[in-house]
């Protein structure tokens, strides 16, 4: 398995979606830290202009989780829809190599790589403003570099984004559609952090769990019956 996930890295541009992803890290870590330095606060520590903005953790979560939910999404649509849609599956196919192991290989393959891009680039960003938090900052970090909880936070709301983008994975190689696995990732998006009334969907821990689920029994079958169905 692990021979054919460095294959899949060798068949790809992988040192472009380095650069990507570097670029994109930079631009959120420059992005926050002007967020972080230029929002005003008031006497008891809460922001003035805009009250929902609780610490930086937060704004750092949500921006990182929906860059990356909807770069890994683009990822296994490049890996795995496009190869059916332009048939170099079927080339894959031929070799005398389980199909399932092909597909899981692929999805693995995207999912190592976006998730150790997500941890480094969430540690680089926190780092980033927990070095410059000396100079005086508009809002509160809400995170402790030095705590062992905050590496596993992280990694677990790793494991959590990038594993989600099965379900954009499994929607589009359903309808044969790589625009669906980006229409796709940003609702589930949308969904994980939206606001209902007075309700609030991102702090709901049973819906990130659900989701979870979900996503896993998405990638389940996405690979079940690849054996029996033929090449789209």
Same mark, same amino acid.
């Given at each position: ?12 541009? #992988? ?42 953790? +937060? ?27 332009? &048939? ?11 199909? &399932? &192991? ?19 680039? &969430? ?15 508009? @809002?509160? *970090? ?31 190689? *359903? #309808? ?15 969904? #994980?952090?939206? =606001? ?17 689920? +979900? ?5 389940? @079958?996405?690979?079940? =019956?690849?054996?029996?169905?033929? +090449?789209?």
């Amino acid at each position: 398995m692990w021979k054919l996930i460095r294959l899949e890295w060798k068949k790809y541009p #992988m040192k472009k979606y380095i650069i990507k992803q570097a670029v994109i890290i930079v631009v959120l870590g420059l992005l926050l830290f002007a967020m972080c330095f230029n929002v005003p606060i008031d006497e008891l520590g809460t922001s003035e202009s805009v009250p929902e903005l609780e610490n930086m953790a +937060v704004q750092i979560d949500l921006l990182t989780n929906l860059v990356f939910l909807v770069f890994t999404s683009s990822m296994l649509s490049s890996f795995i829809i496009k190869a059916y849609n332009n &048939k170099t599956q079927s080339l894959m196919f031929c070799y005398p190599i389980s199909r &399932k &192991k092909i597909i899981l290989s692929q999805m693995m393959a995207v999912w190592i790589f976006c998730a150790a891009a997500l941890f480094l680039g &969430k540690l680089f960003i926190c780092l980033l403003l927990d070095l410059s938090s000396g100079v005086g900052t508009g @809002l509160p *970090l809400g995170y402790d570099v030095l705590s062992v909880n905050f590496y596993l936070q992280n990694i677990l709301k790793t494991v959590l984004t990038v594993t989600l983008a099965f379900i954009p994975l499994y929607i589009g190689k *359903l #309808m044969k559609s790589s625009r669906a696995v980006i229409i796709t990732s940003f609702l589930l998006f949308s969904v #994980m952090n939206g =606001n209902i009334g007075d309700l609030t969907l991102r702090a709901n821990m049973i819906l990130p769990v659900f989701l979870f689920g +979900v996503s896993l029994i998405c990638g389940f @079958l996405t690979v079940h =019956n690849v054996e029996k169905e033929d +090449v789209m």
